[in-house]
């Protein structure tokens, strides 16, 4: 029996190491609609093998995004189901059995190369003008040293066979028949030093397991479908149905990204946007839509599902667009009850008040006070900003200022937990890499964040807006200021992997 005549089984596997990115909602409502048009099911897993940046704030919020979109799962993590677990780290021996197996069938092998031989050998490699990749002559420096290493208890890797002619031809769904030469493809590690498996063999062992019928995934992932290929038929199973889907774009047709554009589900859940309106946005990727019925529905979506309405030209992120959808869902699907119930779902409650109350307590005087005090924890970016305003008082000169926005920025983007402490260590750190005092980084940090001099506790007000508020309205300074060029961003962030700036 083949994946198009067994019960459909699709899947959403993100990785739990950062913020939901609505790549990821795209993807999944692509899965969803496809799984539920032809009455299957639609899985959630999670691939968190990456265990250094992986964590349980980033899974739970994850699942709360797709959630808010209105996206609900048959099997995943947090509801369990027949082919359990659903997150990668609880399914290492299950890996492991199968890496064993592709070892013992002469499909994969023990690497014991150093990151300095593979190094060295990649640089041959690029001097040579030759693809940089683990290759057969790879393979055979690492022959010749492996049993002394082995002996030696040495660190390994396992890599899979890869064959040296040849090419793999598989049909794409939206592509048609695609070749790839096996000459370009790397021998892939399976199984890190650390006994985790990599991306490539748990996600082609969980979608079996798993009984995933069709896998559509972004279009970054086609040069290592002849990896993922050869090891179903290295294992004798029979591969999904494959549909390789564009990705986002910005306006200019680079890759969303969130150094242009908020990407983060959850920054347009925080700025003000409506679930149904998101939902309808990203389903207008996949749908024909004229101008008259550009409002649709999740079960609309469903029932007129087709995978060749998406155009490969890539879909265009537009903001705008999506601006304009959410205006028509407020003014034209609501009552003035309803909108007020939505109002509160969005800032006016406890949770969300709370610690805004907290901040403001100690620096009012009156009740009257709390309105300018605390407006800005109800806008995206500040109103009224510009370049001569985020300068106000600053004793940092411009350049100086740009460099700490950015520094301060790259920070917070890399931390794996959002809190306060992380929130402050990153400004005192900067403070110390650019020889000034905490205070002179804290006031045009107030200016960008907060629209003033002062105000709330600026280290609890960064944390309470949340990370993807705080990148817009930094990404936006910087705009005023001035974007930095890619020799600064370089000079900047050398300056932060310097081992001076960590002590």
């Not at 369990?80 to 994969?108: M, T």
């Not at 014991?112 to 940089?132: D, F, G």
């Amino acid at each position: 029996m083949n994946a198009t005549t067994r019960p459909v089984r699709t899947r959403v596997a993100p990785s739990p190491t950062g913020d939901p990115h609505v790549g990821t909602a795209y993807i999944a409502l692509i899965n969803y609609c496809f799984a539920k048009k032809h009455g299957g099911e639609f899985i959630l897993r999670i691939e968190d093998t990456d265990q250094a940046r992986s964590t349980p704030q980033s899974e739970k919020m994850i699942l709360d995004s797709l959630k808010w979109l209105g996206l609900s799962w048959d099997e995943g993590p947090d509801i369990g189901g027949p082919h359990g677990p659903y997150r990668q780290s609880e399914r290492s021996a299950i890996y492991q059995q199968y890496c064993d197996a592709l070892l013992n069938a002469g499909h994969a092998f023990q690497c014991y190369l150093t990151p300095e031989e593979l190094s060295s050998l990649r640089a041959q490699q690029t001097a040579a003008k030759k693809p940089p990749k683990y290759d057969a002559s790879y393979r055979a420096v690492n022959d010749r040293v492996a049993a002394e290493r082995q002996a030696a208890g040495a660190a390994h890797v396992v890599r899979m066979v890869i064959p040296e002619s040849g090419s793999c031809r598989f049909d794409d769904t939206l592509r048609g028949m695609i070749e790839i030469d096996y000459q370009t493809v790397d021998m892939q590690v399976l199984m890190k030093s650390d006994g985790l498996p990599t991306y490539h063999l748990a996600n082609v062992v969980d979608d079996h397991l798993m009984g995933i019928t069709h896998v559509m995934r972004g279009e970054e992932w086609i040069s290592s479908a002849p990896k993922h290929l050869l090891l179903y038929q290295y294992f004798g199973w029979q591969p999904p149905v494959l549909t390789h889907l564009p990705l986002l774009r910005n306006a200019d047709k680079s890759k969303l990204s969130k150094r242009k554009n908020p990407t983060s589900i959850l920054f347009f859940q925080r700025a003000g946007y409506l679930p149904q309106a998101m939902q309808n946005f990203l389903g207008l990727f996949i749908k024909s839509a004229s101008e008259a019925d550009e409002m649709t529905s999740l079960d609309a979506l469903i029932a007129g599902f087709d995978v060749h309405n998406i155009s490969l030209g890539g879909p265009v992120f537009d903001t705008a667009k999506l601006e304009w959808l959410n205006g028509r869902y407020l003014r034209e699907t609501m009552d003035t009850q309803d909108f007020l119930a939505a109002v509160r779902d969005w800032a006016l409650n406890d949770a969300y008040l709370m610690p805004i109350a907290e901040m403001a307590q100690a620096r009012i005087t009156k009740l009257s006070d709390l309105g300018a005090l605390t407006a800005m924890f109800f806008m995206n970016r500040i109103d009224g900003q510009s370049a001569e305003r985020l300068s106000d008082g600053v004793k940092l000169d411009e350049t100086q200022q740009r460099q700490a926005y950015h520094l301060i920025l790259t920070q917070l983007d890399a931390l794996t937990e959002w809190n306060r402490d992380g929130v402050e260590a990153a400004l005192r750190r900067t403070a110390e890499i650019l020889d000034v005092k905490l205070k002179d980084v804290i006031r045009p940090m107030y200016l960008a964040i907060t629209g003033a001099a002062q105000g709330v506790p600026l280290f609890d007000a960064i944390t309470h807006l949340g990370r993807d508020i705080i990148r817009e309205r930094m990404r936006h300074a910087m705009e005023l200021l001035g974007p930095a060029s890619a020799k600064e961003v370089k000079e900047w962030n050398d300056l932060l992997a310097s081992p001076s700036a960590a002590e």
